[in-house]
């Protein structure tokens, strides 16, 4: 059984910064993918950023240059950076976890993020 945990969503101001982190317990595969997605009102829920077991990552072209993904094998967890945050970014943000040999995919319960003056 896998679990995510995920922390630190909020109200920011926009142009502010927020992290998220996720934190991954259970039996897991060494080969994976960690990854945030995002869901508006409204709106179908949709690939924010994910990395690699290996450090590949991949962003989607509304967050490039302003968030960061990263991960600590050790822990293991994965963290968002996000800057330069618009009103446009507000949304429940889910962690995801997805194995690769046997392919299952693993979700957190969501964090609300709120970009507003």
């Known amino acids: 059984q896998v679990q995510l945990v995920e922390s630190g969503g909020g109200l920011v101001q926009p142009g502010g910064s927020l992290r998220l982190s996720c934190a991954a317990s259970g039996s897991i595969s060494s080969m994976n993918i960690m990854g945030w997605y995002r869901q508006a009102p409204g709106k179908e829920r949709e690939l924010v950023a994910r990395?690699?077991?290996?450090?590949?990552?991949n962003y989607a072209d509304s967050v490039k240059g302003r968030f960061t993904i990263s991960r600590d094998k050790a822990k293991p967890t994965v963290y968002l950076q996000m800057n330069s945050l618009k009103p446009e970014d507000t949304a429940v943000y889910y962690c995801?976890?997805?194995?690769?040999?046997?392919?299952?995919?693993?979700w957190g319960q969501g964090t609300q993020v709120t970009v507003s003056s």
């Open positions: 990395i690699a077991s290996g450090g590949i990552t």
């Open positions: 995801n976890l997805a194995t690769v040999v046997v392919p299952r995919n693993y």
